[in-house]
């Protein structure tokens, strides 16, 4: 046997298993399809690639030209990129599990008195807990004793921690951040809060489907089409020119010619390349899907908290009075310094970074609720809201007051400092905008696209983020990015996918950009979810786009690069049409034999992966409408 027969049949060995076994899942589908009567991408591989084959598995004997490698290619390419998407989208049950393990893993009831350690699943209502200091809370419930300040942020958003007294409702998974509480457990199991947003995310991603590729639409009609041709092209050799040998050669140029090789690499380069180059740039894009949803985004709503804020709070302003700046700050900033409350710790961190290290104190004591007091350099300082300085006495300036207030209506949050019976000044701590908000925001709109800010914030601390940020509350209609929808402020997570579901009933195509667990069932809802990679495991998974990077200027270039990627594949998948619809009547006639097919096709293919790679030199600049 010379080389050149060696070379053929090892062809044969080596494409007969990636036909059959790689490429069973094609020939299955497309069997169930034809049991059917239907077709799709599926059934166009599988009778291109058979067609190859087996008219390369005759020629083996006969000694022409060979196919082979175009069956092998075929599916190799398609199986590839069929992975990557189901990679994507096996991440997608994470969310799930990712949102059980937030909630508190034991839970310390009181039994005859004592406590006890017990798993969260042995809770019963009616069961007291106790709660001490920086411990998540087991379950809903309702306080019975004891006073503090409730990080809740997880849940609702809201950057600074509410107070919490006797008869205030606590909710499971929150975390306690100062004093002790003794809670009466009202919910347990399915009926917590946390329980229950775990349902909406599994609700939304049932419901939420998957959208049928343009390919398949495409080929729902080409393929019949094809095999139509191919057999005419046969019939009308053999009745018409009475060649039925020249009919065969021509019928599987037809076939050859049209095999989805162009067609298929169309979507699967494209999103190669395309999720690619956004990885580099921090964008994580989890399938074709996503980016066919990203063009028709009319309208982005921001969760505010985490998102385009820091979600920590940091000291904004020092306002004295009748004292000096620095003798306030050093006064205020040494009796937080002990302070467990997150207010509290952004004073005494303020004050560090701006005067350095603090005196001592002794005689600390907080008042939950209300600030904190302890004696400083033999004076009693006291520190805290408006209440504990009228409690302790303590005079308060009027040009002072109307500063606390001027504070407050900027969604800043004041705090009072005084001591000899006197307030000798005010401190306001904040929730900080992130680098690069503005700009953001002001490029989403030169990008034509509406802009919304949802959160569990106050209205005025929502206002003030929003004015700060560009976002126009007197810009157009309700619903259309404009007038009193665009800030909703007090939103709690069940309500922020209702408020994401009420923009899509009124016709807009929304994205929603996110952090927290809070946010993942609108991610989910939403007819695009951008997560902000610095954010909850859960709300990464729950995404269809996650930024790494935590920047929010990846949300503009995100929109711009999946949109790229998606006019890509429609290029690809307009030529790859074109190739088809030129040169099937070619073959068909007899001028473009089975090998001219081939390597008619290969061009195709080569022009489909170029265009493609083109997305490489993406930098994700620029303002222009994407």
């Known amino acids: 046997m010379d080389g050149p027969a060696v070379a053929h049949w090892a062809e044969f060995l080596l494409a007969t298993p990636v036909q059959f076994v790689v490429g069973w899942p094609f020939l299955r589908e497309a069997a169930r399809r034809a049991r059917r009567f239907t077709a799709n991408m599926d059934t166009l591989i599988a009778v291109g690639t058979l067609t190859a084959y087996v008219y390369s598995t005759v020629q083996l004997f006969l000694g022409d030209e060979l196919y082979f490698e175009t069956a092998a290619l075929i599916i190799a390419f398609l199986v590839l990129g069929r992975y990557f998407e189901a990679r994507a989208k096996r991440r997608a049950g994470h969310a799930l599990r990712a949102l059980l393990e937030l909630g508190a893993k034991q839970a310390r009831v009181l039994r005859d008195g004592v406590e006890v350690m017990i798993p969260v699943a042995e809770v019963a209502v009616g069961d007291l807990m106790r709660i001490r200091p920086g411990e998540k809370v087991p379950t809903d419930g309702e306080v019975v004793d004891g006073a503090s300040a409730v990080d809740e942020s997880m ?17 499971g998974a929150t975390v306690n951040t100062s004093g002790v509480l003794t809670v009466r457990a009202t919910a347990v199991g399915s009926q917590t809060a946390l329980a229950q947003i ?22 729902a009609v080409f393929v019949p089409t094809v095999i139509g041709l191919a057999l005419a092209t046969f019939a009308a050799w053999w009745l018409l020119a009475g060649d039925p040998v020249g009919g065969l ?158 504070l407050e209506s900027e969604g800043k949050t004041a705090v009072y400092a005084g001591w000899a019976g006197q307030v000798r000044g005010v401190l306001a701590v904040a929730d900080t905008l992130k680098d690069g908000a503005a700009e953001t925001v002001a490029q989403l709109h030169r990008m034509g696209l509406q802009v919304a800010m949802i959160t569990g914030d106050n209205r005025r601390t929502a206002q003030a983020i929003a004015d700060r940020v560009g976002i126009d509350t007197g810009g157009g209609p309700e619903g259309q990015g404009g007038g009193k929808d665009t800030v909703l402020a007090e939103v709690l997570p069940a309500d922020k996918q209702s408020e994401v579901a009420r923009l899509q009933a009124a016709g807009e195509v929304v994205a929603m950009v996110g952090d927290g667990v809070n946010d993942a069932p609108a991610l989910v809802a939403a007819d695009l979810g951008i997560a902000i990679g610095t954010g909850t495991d859960v709300a990464i998974e729950s995404s269809d786009l996650t930024l790494m990077r935590g920047e929010l200027s990846g949300v503009p270039t995100a929109i711009r690069l999946s949109r790229r990627t998606y006019r890509t594949i429609l290029q690809n998948l307009g030529w790859a049409f074109v190739y088809n619809v030129a040169l099937i009547p070619l073959a068909a006639i007899g001028l473009l034999n089975p090998i001219l097919a081939g390597a008619a096709m290969g061009f195709s293919s080569v022009s489909v992966v170029a265009n493609s790679l083109r997305l490489l030199r993406f930098r994700g600049q620029g303002h222009r409408r994407a």
């Open 198 to 219: 775990v349902s909406l995310v599994s609700a939304a991603q049932a419901g939420k489907g998957h959208a049928q590729r343009l390919a398949d639409r495409i080929s």
């Open 249 to 406: 050669v021509a019928a599987v140029a037809v076939l050859i010619v049209a095999c989805p090789c162009a067609l298929g690499l169309a979507t699967p380069v494209a999103i190669m390349v395309g999720t690619g180059r956004g990885a580099r740039l921090g964008i994580l894009i989890k399938g074709v899907e996503v980016l066919e949803r990203t063009r028709k985004i009319t309208t982005v709503v921001f969760d505010k908290t985490g998102t385009l804020t820091r979600g920590e709070m940091s000291l904004t302003d020092v306002v004295p009075g009748a004292a000096g700046a620095m003798e306030l700050l050093r006064r205020a900033g040494a009796v937080e310094a002990d302070s467990e409350h997150p207010i509290g710790a952004a004073i005494a961190a303020g004050a560090r970074e701006r005067g350095g290290e603090l005196p001592a104190v002794t005689g600390f004591a907080a008042q939950a609720g209300y600030g904190v007091r302890a004696d400083v350099d033999g004076e009693t300082v006291w520190v805290g809201r408006r209440k504990l300085a009228d409690e302790a006495g303590l005079a308060v300036p009027t040009e002072l007051a109307e500063v606390a207030e001027r």
């Open 155 to 171: 849940l609702t958003g809201e950057s600074v921690p509410v107070e919490k007294a006797v008869g205030a409702s606590v909710v």
